[in-house]
């Protein structure tokens, strides 16, 4: 099984979720065929440079991976493609940076062996799902045909946090998701989320698609506060000088229950925050070398 990062930019923040990701991978190295971080900044990888493969990409192909469109995420899309072509007969996992692997591995690549598909979590049929921008997409979609594949009810939208690919046609799967991912912004449906859909329908048309949650934690609903645990843990490192297989160790007493994976927060909450803040704004601000 070959990772596959996606992560460009000068957030650091997304680059040390990246690192953190990688190295909870590296401590099961048994079922690993390599690493691949396809990424702007290849800087930020300098600490793992012997355990990953760089995959440089600048504005130029990044503009050309959007397609025609000018898409944004079809980029992951695309990225699993180069890399598939760079690696035949080997079955692919595509993280986000914000996940880690708490579970088994080598489950993992038994599944991707045998034949099935991953993606982090099946969210609900597409018809069934809730949130105004699902309820527009299965309205704009609901019995025609993207890529070949006529969309009904039992078509499901699956988080793509993690999407594992098996080696047996690998190419027609990443194939076909690309081709319903352009048909559906051809025929202007809502964007947001016309990647993930795509992944989800074409590796559930071409294998049988299975959850990879039990083995992969995904914390984009907290990451503030996955950032804080994981900046310390790196922050440690970084003072000690801790060499990967030192880091590698110290995970071992890592607290991966510490902080939720998910906490579902409603808006009024969010609301309520801003308004705090309007009402009752800071009442002195200082710079260093100002005076007050």
Known sequence: MHLVYLVFGTNVRNHFQANFSMLTFLRQPMALDGITVVTDAPDFYRHLAGHVSILPVDEARLKEWKGEFDFFWRIKIKALEEVA??????ALLYLDSDTFLHG???????????????????????????????????????GKTFGGVRLHERHAMWNAGAVGIPADKAGQAIALA?????????????????????????????????????????YWSTKDEWNEHIAAFLLESHLQQRSVAEELTALAQFDFRAVPVKKVLKNTRWRLYRLVDRIFPPRQIVYAGEQE
């Open 85 to 90: 072509r760079q690696r035949p007969g080997v």
């Open 104 to 142: 088994s591995l080598p489950a993992l690549q038994a599944g991707l062996s045998s034949g099935q598909a991953f993606m982090h979590e099946r969210e609900g049929a597409l018809a069934e799902l809730r949130s105004k921008t699902e309820q527009r997409m299965w309205e704009q979609v609901k």
């Open 178 to 218: 690309l081709s319903i991912c352009d048909d559906l912004s051809r025929q202007q449906v809502t964007p947001r989320l016309i990647e993930q859909f795509a992944l989800s329908v074409a590796l559930d048309e071409t294998y049988s698609l299975q959850a990879a949650r039990q083995h992969i934690g995904h």
